[in-house]
């Protein structure tokens, strides 16, 4: 007899299979086996009367869900079947969260085991981590499955009962959702704020300063801030709703030819250093990344979507290279730590190494501690170059290798420094950095 392991997709079934002994069998799901009925065609005769039958969702019976396999699953139900009949024991290794939790027990009351069933959960693919799970599997976690059949039926309801509405009174095709009426409703409010704004019309100066003119890259720039000891105008200064700067606010507005008449004044003067103020300072680096952020530094450093870092990094977790990808946690665990210390060390020095282990606190409401920030899997936080890994899943490996390390690297030092220039009766201002 053999022991059944149930996930999701082919690839994450490939992965684990080499970390199990022989007797293990792993077959995918190949996602959500049921689901609400997505046309008239897949409500069960025994219903198909009834008012709710085409929403999927008994609205008077305490919002009771009908659950049907699409056609295009049944082949893979029966197929879970029959390597059921075959096995002693059923393990549903679907993802940790809530609808992986949905698929394992949707898998549960369609497959009806006659076997013992355990629910075995695991954050990264390595050998070391599925042989942990296999020793600290558990039962389903109904919560989690109440809370992903809420949203669904909240997607449902929501979709079904809204979007007829719109293509009544607005335009045809479009749809609406729990989700993304909320998002245009935020893009309304946003350029509703647009259309409202009044622009306002001010000048300024910038100087180009050097005080080594033979030396090109000495040169920097320095604002305008004061003119007779009154500070200039600048945007923020004005009024959003009237363009206006209100009324009593001691500034100086500078029209374009106040500011060329000025410009051709201080260009005549003597420019003389009046201050010079220095300040230090520490910055810790970055929290590891959550799903949320992961996609917006792919999208600021490599140029991609939410929907194309999303399945880049589906790839990397299901071969193995990093921990599970839908996370709202910076939470790192010990090993993690410890391993990114280590690589610190190796190739930077000691001196970069900060000097105790960094620990991060998720700050969202409701984020789960258990889980963890997006992370190299194992526990030796290799470099890409180590790995067989091109194109663009080498790139998304290395920004999340990078961003995790460098949270056990040294604070960064920095010395921030402002200089005051003065000419004639105005001042200039020039602010720099140092790491």
């Known amino acids: 007899?053999?022991?059944?392991?149930?996930?999701?997709?082919?690839?994450?079934?490939?992965?684990?299979?080499?970390?199990?002994?022989?007797?293990?069998?792993?077959?995918?799901?190949?996602?959500?086996?049921?689901?609400?009925?997505?046309?008239?065609?897949?409500i069960p005769d025994k219903v198909k009367g009834?008012?709710?039958?085409?929403?999927?969702?008994?609205?008077?019976?305490?919002?009771?869900?009908?659950?049907?396999?699409?056609?295009?699953?049944?082949?893979?139900?029966?197929?879970?079947?029959?390597?059921?009949k075959e096995a002693d024991e059923l393990i549903l290794a679907t993802d940790e969260d809530r609808e992986g939790e949905s698929i394992g027990w949707h898998l549960y009351e369609v497959l009806k085991p006659k076997v013992p069933v355990r629910r075995m959960v695991f954050h990264e693919i390595t050998r070391e981590a599925i042989q942990q799970a296999l020793e600290q599997?558990?039962?389903?976690?109904?919560?989690?499955?109440?809370?992903?059949?809420?949203?669904?039926?909240?997607?449902?309801?929501?979709?079904y009962t809204v979007s007829p509405l719109l293509w009544k009174k607005i335009a045809p095709k479009l749809s609406a959702g729990r989700v993304q009426s909320v998002a245009v409703r935020l893009l309304v409010e946003r350029e509703r704020e647009r259309r409202a704004f009044r622009a306002g019309t001010y000048w300024d100066l910038k100087a180009h300063l050097n005080k080594r003119p033979d030396q090109p890259k000495h040169r920097f720039e320095a604002q305008l801030v004061s003119v007779g000891g009154?500070?200039?105008?600048?945007?923020?200064?004005?009024?959003?709703?009237?363009?206006?700067?209100?009324?009593?606010k001691n500034v100086l507005l500078l029209d374009e030819k106040q500011a060329h008449a000025l410009r051709e004044r201080l260009l005549a003067g003597t420019?003389?250093?009046?201050?010079?103020?220095?300040?230090?300072?520490?910055?810790?680096?970055?929290?590891?990344?959550t799903t949320s952020t992961l996609q917006q530094e792919a999208n600021r450093k490599l140029g991609w979507g939410a929907r194309q870092t999303m399945r880049?990094?589906?790839?990397?977790?299901?071969?193995?290279?990093?921990?599970?990808?839908?996370?709202?946690?910076v939470h790192l665990s010990d090993e993690a730590i410890n391993a990114a210390?280590?690589?610190?060390?190796?190739?930077?020095?000691?001196?970069?190494?900060?000097?105790?282990?960094?620990?991060?606190?998720?700050?969202?409401k409701g984020a789960q501690e258990a889980h963890e920030a997006i992370r190299p899997a194992g526990n030796e936080m290799r470099p890409v170059d180590e790995l067989p890994l091109n194109g663009q899943e080498r790139a998304l490996y290395d920004l999340i290798w990078k961003r995790t390390v460098a949270?056990?690297?040294?604070?960064?030092?920095?010395?921030?420094?402002?200089v005051t220039i003065g000419v004639e009766d105005a001042v200039f201002r020039a602010s720099g950095r140092e790491i």
Do not use: C
């Not at 149930?6 to 190949?30: D, F, G, H």
């Not at 009154?230 to 009593?248: L, N, Q, Y």
């Not at 949270?407 to 402002?418: G, H, I, P």
């Open 407 to 418: 949270t056990q690297m040294a604070s960064a030092r920095l010395r921030f420094t402002t």
């Open 271 to 289: 420019w003389i250093v009046t201050g010079i103020e220095s300040r230090e300072a520490s910055r810790s680096p970055a929290p590891p990344f």
């Open 230 to 248: 009154v500070r200039v105008a600048s945007g923020r200064d004005f009024d959003e709703h009237t363009g206006k700067i209100p009324e009593g």
């Open 137 to 159: 599997t558990r039962g389903i976690n109904d919560n989690l499955v109440r809370a992903q059949e809420t949203r669904r039926i909240l997607d449902r309801l929501v979709g």
């Open 341 to 364: 210390r280590r690589r610190v060390q190796d190739l930077y020095g000691k001196e970069y190494l900060n000097p105790k282990p960094r620990r991060y606190k998720t700050q969202a």
């Open 312 to 329: 880049v990094a589906q790839a990397l977790y299901e071969n193995g290279y990093i921990t599970y990808m839908r996370t709202d946690s």
């Open 50 to 84: 009834e008012p709710w039958a085409r929403l999927g969702v008994n609205v008077e019976k305490d919002f009771e869900p009908l659950y049907v396999i699409p056609s295009s699953k049944k082949k893979v139900v029966a197929e879970l079947r029959k390597a059921l």
């Open 1 to 42: 007899m053999t022991k059944l392991v149930i996930v999701e997709s082919p690839t994450k079934a490939k992965t684990i299979r080499n970390y199990l002994p022989k007797e293990y069998q792993v077959k995918a799901s190949m996602g959500h086996i049921r689901d609400l009925p997505a046309s008239a065609a897949e």
